[in-house]
């Protein structure tokens, strides 16, 4: 196993871990008009007026939903593609399959990525798709998953020895 390939592994890795987390905190939209709001995927909070604060799940809109289905499928090619490229040292020939299902994982978060803004027409938020009003801002959780996007572009250039670093 050569060193792009262990680089690789590592950064999928922690672009792993950055959409896991980015999918457990419901901090994807947030507000604090009219108390504390956080609004994720798969739970919200809202505080109002000091009181304590109340999760649930919510429902979500169909392109949340869509969103929230493309980062769970980006997640799972990412930890397949850490498997391939662990495989590898093995097992050589299976490089290419890496490379592929990390290429589907990119394409899936880059959909989530495009996708996410279309849902800020929803009530909780009352905008425009595409047009945050500005009593609402990205919260943590998006920082995070656009975070993992990005690392996960950087690490398909390693594992596809497209971008050669000077060692």
């Given at each position: 196993m050569d060193?792009?390939?262990?680089?690789?592994?590592?950064?999928?890795?922690?672009a792993d871990i950055f959409a896991i987390v980015s999918l457990a905190l419901p901090d994807w939209i947030i507000s604090e008009v009219g108390g504390d709001t956080r609004l994720g995927l798969l739970w919200s909070c809202m505080t109002i007026y000091g009181r304590a604060q109340t999760c649930y799940t919510p429902s979500l809109q169909p392109e949340w939903m869509l969103t929230l289905i493309c980062v769970i499928l980006g997640c799972v090619s990412v930890t397949a593609t850490i498997a391939l490229l662990a495989v590898s040292h093995?097992?050589?020939?299976?490089?290419?399959?890496?490379?592929?299902?990390?290429?589907?994982?990119?394409?899936?978060?880059?959909?989530?990525?495009?996708?996410?803004?279309?849902?800020?027409?929803?009530?909780?938020?009352?905008?425009?798709?595409?047009?945050?009003?500005?009593?609402?801002q990205v919260g943590?959780?998006?920082?995070?998953?656009?975070?993992?996007?990005?690392?996960?572009?950087?690490?398909?250039?390693?594992?596809?020895?497209?971008?050669l670093p000077h060692f």
């Open positions: 060193k792009l390939t262990v680089i690789s592994g590592a950064l999928f890795l922690a093995w097992d050589g020939h299976v490089i290419p399959y890496a490379r592929w299902v990390g290429f589907m994982a990119m394409v899936l978060f880059c959909l989530a990525a495009v996708i996410f803004p279309m849902g800020f027409s929803m009530e909780e938020i009352g905008g425009e798709p595409y047009q945050l009003p500005s009593s609402h943590l959780s998006y920082i995070f998953f656009v975070l993992a996007l990005w690392i996960t572009v950087v690490s398909e250039l390693f594992a596809g020895k497209v971008c």
